[in-house]
């Protein structure tokens, strides 16, 4: 089975500290995992992937995820808030087949605030 | 952007009229994603496409319909919108290389049914 849980729906953080997302995934395979962002009234931008390279991503705008097999977790961080942080942040679990057939499962969201 | 386009990007429709969401993409690329976001649901699939003339099912494809007669242009359909059906639409591509998983998206199109 297939599933993904976005552990809290709401962040908040002042600007400068850090920030931490928070996603636990579940797959019957070995999945890629995705982070996405998206600004009010934007679409979805790919922040980062892992595919079973190296445990710890590196994506855009400095944040980072770490997977944790063991833990199942796929949990987004950053090491200092912006301003311009503040956006919908979804967690996405990705199963690959043969003949290219995929299935994805979204999280349902966490909104990160950032308080001057 | 991804090269993915959609249109119209905002409507406004009445129940029970049909409404067509039009997505086009720049690139060949083979699969074409249509999903709807909900608040406290994410994103869900609707239908996708694998190929010209070659669709399938997502979680949430009741009362939705899609055609791909080429390459470029994915098609959703709502052939009698419900209020229920009131969402914001997005498109989504995959790159053509079968061993790629990243989607990417568009802007979407916001669609209320009164």
């Known amino acids: 089975a297939q599933s993904v849980t976005q552990l809290d729906s709401h962040v908040s953080v002042s600007e400068g500290t850090p920030v931490l997302l928070r996603c636990n995934y579940s797959?019957?395979?070995?999945?890629?995992l995705f982070w996405y962002v998206q600004h009010p009234n934007k679409g979805l931008q790919l922040l980062l992937k892992?595919?079973?390279?190296?445990?710890l991503v590196k994506g855009i705008n400095g944040f980072e995820a770490e997977f944790k097999k063991s833990e199942t977790s796929f949990h987004l961080t950053k090491p200092s808030a912006h301003m311009s942080d503040a956006a919908e942040y979804f967690c996405?679990?990705?199963?690959?087949f043969g003949g290219g057939y995929q299935k994805v499962t979204f999280g349902t969201g966490t909104k990160l605030q950032v308080i001057p | 952007d991804a090269g993915i386009t959609q249109s119209p990007r905002h409507k406004v429709t009445e129940t029970g009229t049909p409404v067509t969401l039009r997505c086009h993409q720049t690139?060949?690329?083979?699969?074409m994603y249509w999903y709807r976001q909900d608040p406290g649901h994410g994103l869900r699939l609707i239908h996708y496409?694998?190929?010209?003339?070659?669709?399938d099912k997502g979680e949430v494809s009741d009362g939705y319909s899609v055609s791909r007669s080429k390459t470029e242009d994915f098609l959703l359909t709502l052939e009698s919108a419900t209020s229920s059906q009131t969402s914001v639409y997005f498109c989504?591509?995959?790159?053509?290389?079968?061993?790629?998983?990243?989607?990417?998206f568009g802007p979407g199109t916001r669609l209320t049914v009164l």
């Open positions: 996405v679990v990705s199963d690959l």
């Open positions: 892992y595919t079973s390279a190296a445990t």
């Open positions: 797959s019957s395979y070995s999945p890629s």
């Open positions: 690139e060949n690329h083979r699969y």
């Open positions: 496409s694998y190929g010209v003339k070659d669709t």
């Open positions: 989504a591509i995959r790159p053509r290389e079968e061993l790629t998983d990243t989607q990417y």
